[in-house]
Nanobody, 126 residues
Framework: QVQLVESGGGLVQAGDSLRLSCAAS????????IGWFCQAQGKEREFVAA????????LYRDSVKGRFTISRDNAKNTVYLQMNNLKPEDTAVYFC???????????????????WGHGTHVTVSS
C-alpha cells in the first residue's frame, strides 16, 4: 500500500511562492496518477491539480491555472506542486492522493482517490 507524505507548506505573504512535495513509498508509484487537494477551515476538500502516471497530462482547478504547476519525478517517487503568486484564498491544508488502480483516466473527483497523506498547511497572509 502506498504511503504519502506531504511537505513544503508554511506561512507566506500574498504574492509569494511555495513548492509542495509529495513523497511516496510502497507500491509502484510511477504507475499511478497523483492528485493534489486542499481543505480550508470549515470547508469541504477541493480538487487543486492532478498529473497522470507519465507526467504528460495535467488537470487544474480554474482558480489556480497560470499560478500553480504540478510535476513529478518518478525516479524520486515525488510529485511537486509549485505555487506562485499565492493569494489569501489559497490558505488551506494541502493533501496529495493516489487512486485505487494504476493508469486509467485522470480524474479530479476525490472519490477516485483512496490513499491520502496527512497534509501540509499553507497560510497566505494579505
Amino acid at each position: 500500500q502506498v504511503q504519502l507524505v506531504e511537505s513544503g507548506g508554511g506561512l507566506v505573504q500574498a504574492g509569494d511562492s511555495l513548492r509542495l512535495s509529495c513523497a511516496a513509498s510502497g507500491r509502484s508509484f510511477s504507475s499511478y496518477h497523483i492528485g493534489w487537494f486542499c481543505q480550508a477551515q470549515g470547508k469541504e476538500r477541493e480538487f487543486v491539480a492532478a498529473i497522470d502516471w507519465r507526467g504528460l497530462n495535467t488537470l487544474y482547478r480554474d482558480s489556480v491555472k497560470g499560478r500553480f504547476t504540478i510535476s513529478r519525478d518518478n525516479a524520486k517517487n515525488t510529485v511537486y506542486l509549485q505555487m506562485n503568486n499565492l493569494k489569501p484564498e489559497d490558505t488551506a491544508v494541502y493533501f496529495c492522493a493516489t487512486p485505487r488502480f494504476p493508469f486509467g483516466v485522470l480524474s479530479r473527483d476525490s472519490r477516485f482517490f483512496v490513499s491520502w497523506g496527512h497534509g501540509t498547511h499553507v497560510t497566505v497572509s494579505s
